[in-house]
């Protein structure tokens, strides 16, 4: 009898048993939870009991205008639910729909096609509002500040220029933020590439910046900052469990209300663990889209001796990125023996290897080599192609099977976690991880 499921997309799944001479330290096996409210009832509810903020009808009249940011499709939102429930209750205290637009939080990641924006906004939404997606590089942005590090921030035009800011996003761990959702609408998702740049430069190898951690992470106090500098007004947060279906939805104040729902999703995502694993398997769901892929091994690697092995079962919308792939091919070429060395030193100059190419790209390569150096890593899936990830330098097989015989011959016996929902994980060890 198969012991153990990896989710790959969907509600399909992976099946497999471990090796001989390989034992079990966790199997974070998704619990499904009974959720009886729609997410309608779950947005009208936060709504008239916001965050640190009045309710929308105290703070709007008619006539005002109102920008909606929403994530884009590398997110798990169900956009398509929340906002056009939002919409219902902003037309209930009367704003007009041709007060309202709606802007594609894209930061630096590629617009959304046509079809795909129908199916995230909604139909009858994309018929009609106004619909824009984020241009990081638009010459009519807004500069707003600076960042704590000297650089300019210049903010979406559209956004800035509204009476009222409201956000939607999903409050889901993320590797450097912590949690993603709230206040990182703005920064990285509406303001200018130098700014993005400069800033995933400078915060991400500062202490602190990794999954879970909020309280004392430098890059989610930076985002905060800079979302305050955008006046975002109200932020609306898909809460999830670790099954990735929303339990509920919170909203208000971009800080206090992004808190309270970090403190009520942990829980959920929490995993304690006082032993590292040799072996980590785990699948890069809910991320399907080409760089995001990488993320899950973040919260692996936290709990992998250094020298272990990581296997990601990861699935992909479509081909890994071509300028990406580049990038690998670039520091390959390099020859050092210590990429990582050379990319560490690379941001500590705030520069990037692909300048002016979307950030996820180089976050990517940079998490990757990092990682390269110190687990081997192997990718399987049916939709990443073996030479994508030769490319990027993992080994590959195209089921689990062949790879857990690829990944045992060097580690013959073997302590190992399993993280079904890759994504959905956050151990606590006890101590902050050490990444550089």
Request: hydrophobic share 40%; proline share 8%.
């Amino acid at each position: 009898m198969v012991a153990y499921r990896l989710f790959y997309k969907g509600d399909e799944t992976v099946e497999f048993d471990l090796p001989e001479g390989w034992s079990l330290l966790h199997y974070v096996d998704p619990k499904p939870q009974v959720i009886s409210r729609t997410l309608e009832e779950m947005l009208n509810e936060a709504l008239n009991a916001p965050v640190g903020v009045p309710p929308l009808e105290e703070s709007l009249k008619p006539g005002n205008t109102v920008a909606i940011a929403i994530d884009d499709w590398t997110r798990p939102t169900p956009v398509d639910k929340l906002l056009p429930a939002l919409l219902r209750h902003l037309e209930n205290i009367g704003i007009r729909w041709d007060d309202i637009t709606i802007v594609v939080a894209l930061g630096t990641h590629r617009p959304i096609p046509e079809d795909a924006l129908r199916q995230r906004v909604s139909e009858a939404v994309f018929k009609s509002y106004r619909i824009i997606q984020h241009d990081c590089w638009a010459k009519d942005l807004v500069e707003i500040g600076t960042l704590s590090s000297g650089g300019a921030v210049r903010l979406n035009r559209t956004f800035h220029d509204a009476d009222y800011r409201i956000s939607i996003g999903s409050i889901i761990p993320h590797p450097m933020n912590g949690f993603g959702g709230g206040p990182k609408i703005v920064m990285p998702g509406l303001v200018n590439y130098e700014a993005i740049r400069e800033h995933h430069t400078v915060y991400t190898i500062q202490e602190g910046a990794y999954p879970g951690n909020t309280l004392s992470n430098p890059f989610y106090q930076e985002v905060s900052r800079v979302a305050g500098l955008a006046r975002l007004d109200m932020i609306i947060g898909a809460l999830y469990t670790n099954q990735e279906k929303v339990f509920d939805v919170v909203a208000g104040h971009y800080f206090e209300a992004h808190q309270e729902g970090i403190r009520r999703s942990l829980p959920n995502f929490t995993v304690k663990m006082d032993t590292m694993a040799d072996v980590t398997i785990l699948s890069a769901y809910p991320y399907t889209e080409g760089p995001q892929l990488m993320k899950p091994i973040g919260p692996a690697a936290m709990c992998t001796r250094r020298g272990g092995a990581i296997i990601l079962l990861a699935t992909s919308r479509g081909p890994m990125p071509e300028p990406m792939l580049h990038a690998f091919d670039v520091v390959r070429e390099m020859g050092s023996d210590h990429p990582e060395k050379v990319l560490l030193d690379t941001f500590r100059k705030r520069s990037l290897v692909l300048n002016d190419a979307p950030i996820d790209f180089n976050m990517a390569l940079f998490f990757t080599e990092v990682y390269k150096a110190q687990y081997d890593l192997t990718i399987v899936s049916r939709d990443v192609k073996r030479e994508e990830a030769l490319r990027m330098g993992f080994a590959f097989a195209e089921s689990m099977d062949e790879a857990l015989a690829q990944v045992k011959e060097k580690f013959p016996e073997a302590k190992v976690n399993i993280f079904p929902i890759g994504g959905m994980v956050l151990p606590d060890m006890g101590v902050p991880p050490e990444l550089f």
